[in-house]
């Protein structure tokens, strides 16, 4: 991967960090997906030779700052995510759609898990499974993500 491919993934992975903090509505915020966290783990099974847990570290230290959250709460909980993604890639990358998309669901679902567990730590303890939706959403909307983003690396040339 040359260095246009190094800008094409970071330049995703900010993408992905401005849709995670995009203002909306209060009612809608438990509907918004993952995008980080969906993204971070494409980019972890598409090139897990460049992409991994440190993106996911700094990431994570700069949705921190943004959100204004304890500092290292989400970038403890994507560098985790990308160590799931990638111990599990090669695995990953024999399903089929549905089962990745599974699986996303699953590992975006400890995610979330260990975030409401940190946040349940520094602030009001919240006793609701609303959490896990932007896991599923995540999960629903990989398919399609996982197409789109493989046929635009191809068509760029990257990894």
Do not use: K
Not at 27 to 56: E, F, I, N, S
Not at 70 to 76: D, M
Not at 123 to 145: K, M
């Amino acid at each position: 991967m040359g260095p246009f491919g190094y800008l094409f993934v970071w330049f995703t992975l900010l993408l992905a960090l401005c849709l995670q903090v995009m203002p909306l509505p209060d009612a809608w915020l438990v509907w918004r997906p993952d995008w980080l966290g969906v993204l971070l783990a494409y980019w972890c099974v598409a090139t897990p030779q460049r992409v991994g847990v440190l993106h996911g570290f700094v990431l994570g230290l700069m949705l921190d700052l943004i959100e204004g959250a304890p500092l290292g709460q989400n970038a403890l909980v994507l560098s985790l995510l990308a160590y799931l993604f990638l111990l599990l890639y090669q695995r990953f990358r024999v399903y089929s759609i549905w089962q990745q998309a599974v699986l996303v669901f699953i590992l975006l679902g400890i995610a979330q898990l260990v975030e409401q567990w940190l946040r349940t730590i520094f602030g009001p303890i919240s006793v609701s499974l609303e959490f896990l939706l932007p896991a599923l959403i995540g999960a629903l909307l990989w398919p399609w993500l996982f197409t789109m983003m493989q046929v635009v690396r191809r068509r760029l040339g990257i990894g």
